[in-house]
């Protein structure tokens, strides 16, 4: 990004980036990274698409930079829930109401469709504008390095709360020193 182009980002996302309860997400863990590092990285790459293209790019920034602002540390959250009420089905709709107590003047149709739906096929409505495709598949398109170990997806998109089991663990450790890894 050139200088004027990095500006014109940073005015768009500022007002949600400076703000302590967005800063919040530094904490909050996304596996490897943090919340606030995830959703500054998919706004990154949907600000540089979208506005190559011509399309709403400041909606499609603003909603790439809040689609995961649900308001807890979810891998910190051990109690048990039914499988529809894992987090991968319902973060979507919480990041939404979320967004809409903290920053509604930011917010239109648009900006709220792209959070609601960036879990699809998770999500059973598929997204409704292209500027909500874009987001969804730069997530999953950021997310990819999971697919090196394809067992954590699970975990990785919400569907399951336990950690791979130290035995798993273990078996993989020993295969790897025997094999001199
Ligand atoms: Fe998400
Ligand atoms: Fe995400």
Same mark, same amino acid.
């Given at each position: ?9 940073? @005015? ?5 980036? @400076? ?6 997400? =530094?904490?909050?863990? &996304? ?9 500054? @990285?998919?706004? =990154? ?12 790019? =400041? ?14 540390? /979810? ?11 894992? &987090?991968?089905?319902? &973060?979507?709709?919480?990041? =939404? ?7 509604? *003047? ?25 500027? *909500? /495709? ?37 078996? &993989? ?5 025997? /094999?001199?890894?």
């Amino acid at each position: 990004m050139n200088k004027e182009t990095k500006a014109e980002f940073y @005015q768009i996302i500022n007002p949600i980036l @400076q703000s302590e309860e967005f800063r919040k997400r =530094k904490k909050y863990s &996304h596996h490897d990274d943090s919340v606030y590092e995830h959703c500054l @990285q998919v706004a =990154k790459l949907t600000f540089k698409i979208s506005r190559s293209l011509n399309l709403d790019y =400041k909606s499609a920034t603003i909603g790439a930079l809040l689609h995961d602002f649900y308001p807890d540390d /979810w891998q910190k959250n051990k109690k048990r829930k039914s499988f529809f009420k894992l &987090h991968g089905f319902v &973060h979507a709709y919480q990041a =939404k109401k979320e967004a809409q107590k903290h920053y509604s *003047s930011l917010l239109n149709p648009k900006v709220e469709n792209i959070i609601e739906r960036h879990m699809f096929p998770l999500t059973t409505k598929p997204p409704t504008y292209l500027e *909500s /495709w874009l987001v969804m598949f730069v997530d999953k398109g950021i997310s990819l390095s999971i697919f090196k170990n394809p067992a954590k997806l699970p975990k990785y998109i919400g569907l399951k709360e336990v950690s791979i089991n130290g035995q798993n663990n273990r078996r &993989h450790l020993n295969r790897a020193r025997r /094999w001199g890894d």
